[in-house]
């Protein structure tokens, strides 16, 4: 008689198993019996436990071979968290049911770590980088005491790598490593020699991938120079930043590690240019100046030179605005622009329509942002039940923002400190002399997890003999959404007719407290405080306290906040959210 057969592969082994149709075979089942701190490993990893379709083997001799099979792997699995001398036995009592049984033994512990260092970093005399060395030794992240795993093993020495190779040493490389075992004493002896080789220093921008924009342009945003020493994250604010450009869709930054390009390493820019012309179009709606529709148009290469050329027409509901504005490419931490701006606004019964061109140098130093500005301007004033006035006014103002936060768009820690200062002369249009203060500073704080805790105050003057002929720009409104809650968008300020003009002080502050129900939503209580006033005397602070909703937008979070003016005795809802399409 005739015997059909066919060859299978079971975990890497052969076994003979019968043609469907021909005679059945038992299914395997297996099980594992293990502490619960390997379980979860074994569990992933051990193929026999993985596999749903075992039968068990005919041959006596194929069954000693899965046994062994699987009592190396599971030997090879521990000993990569440190359990070196397990036993391990497979329990075939049962038809049709084994069950692996582990016993992991000791674990594994550091016992020694001795790390040298070769290259220019260790070199006699090198006195500079002691204090270096010092610091990658108290760093390294597998001390004495700690148990062994490879895969701690291998992070360790790839973080000393990392340490050494992110400044200075590009080249730096582990010439030796070795983990010395002893199952018996469950502890581990680990040696380490890092070659630096030597210090690389940064050559000239090597750039690729230009076609349309200038050639300079890639060097006009570098901040790095010459024969500075090489810092991987210096390279990679200077990538960060050119992809933040809206002139490039993606930019590579990096060097040859090569020792023999270290004294004048060329730096290696590959830039990819993104489409130069953009159309945006969006509406939103919020309480301080109703619904709002806007168009945009953006020109990131204009006349060839790479200037970016940007207008849109806003309009709102009480304020409409039709703005141009150019910006160069950078000089260094500097960058200049210039623009014009055509505006109106009806708030409080005040109707302000103004004309004004101007140019401003802005830089950006880590977190801390200055502009200086000047603009030329003619506005006129319209307050109802009050005289007409316009007046042209040539003015300066200087801006410091520091923004030492942990996101920009929802911060949860840290704070923002902002300082300016500006005025006009009569020198200059000016129907007076006069100079506008102000600072604001807001506190996050986080409080219990993800609840935020946060403080603001601002205050403002403007030093001149009365408010005649200042622009409203340079004095001083409060009320509304962000700043007094409970009481209407600019409505605090000094009366003239039935209108509420700027006046020359401000001081506001608020408490805020929001909790986070889910990472998405949050509730908010809070307190406001605030006036604006023409003389210290007249100055009357006003409150407002309310409950609001928080909801985490990819823009930042949107708030609806349900207040109570406490000197007007009325309550108001704020709300703000904008839809881009």
Known sequence: MRCLVRVAAV??????????????????????????????????????????DLVVPEADADRAAMTRRTRREVAELLATEGYFSPRVRIDRSAAGQWVIQ???????????????FEGELAAPGATAELERLQDLRSRWSLPVGDAFTQGAWDGAKQ??????????????RIVRSRAEIDPEAATARLSVTLDSGPAFYLGALEVEGLEHLPADLVQRYSLLRPGTPYDREELLAFQTGLQNTPHFGSVIVDIERDPALA?????????????????????????????RV???YRDSNLRGRGWEFATGLRVEQRRQALYADVFLPPKGRHR????????????????????????????????????????????????????????????ANWTWVKRAVDDLLDPTRGYVFEY???????????????????????RYQPVRGSDVFILRAEAGMTVADSREGIPQDFL?????????????????????????????????????????????????VFVDAGDAADTRDDFDLRVGYGVGARWRSPAGPLAIDLAWGHQARSLRLHFGVAIAF
């Open 294 to 296: 806007e168009t945009t």
């Open 159 to 172: 973080q000393l790598l990392d340490a050494v190779s992110a400044r200075r040493y590009a080249a730096a």
């Open 263 to 291: 004294a004048a390493v060329p730096i290696r820019v590959q830039v990819t240019e993104a489409l130069p012309k953009y159309v945006g179009f969006g509406a939103g709606f919020s309480t301080n100046t109703g619904a």
């Open 420 to 442: 300016q200062v500006g005025g006009g002369t009569a020198i200059a249009l000016a129907e007076q002399d006069f100079v506008r203060l102000y600072s604001r500073f807001v």
């Open 102 to 116: 582990v016993e992991p033994g000791p674990r594994t512990t550091i016992a020694a770590v001795n790390i040298e």
């Open 11 to 52: 975990l890497g082994g052969l076994a003979l198993l019968p043609v469907p149709g021909a005679y059945a075979q038992q299914a395997l089942a297996v099980g594992l019996d293990a502490p619960d701190a390997v379980k979860p490993l074994l569990e992933r990893h051990v193929r026999l436990l993985r596999r749903a």
């Open 476 to 524: 001083f409104r409060t009320g509304g959404a962000q700043t007094v809650r409970g009481y209407d968008y600019q409505s605090l300020g000094v009366r003239e007719g039935s209108a509420t003009v700027g006046g020359r002080f401000l001081a506001a502050a608020s408490a805020e407290y929001v909790h986070w129900f889910k990472p998405q939503w949050g509730g908010a």
């Open 336 to 395: 200049d622009s210039f623009g014009a701006l055509v505006e109106r606004s009806d708030l409080e019964n005040l109707v302000v329509t103004s004309q004004a061109v101007g140019a401003t140098r802005s830089a950006t130093r880590g977190d801390i942002e200055t502009q200086l500005a000047l603009r030329l301007q003619h506005e006129n004033i319209a307050p109802a039940g009050a005289p007409q006035r316009s007046n042209n006014t040539l003015t």
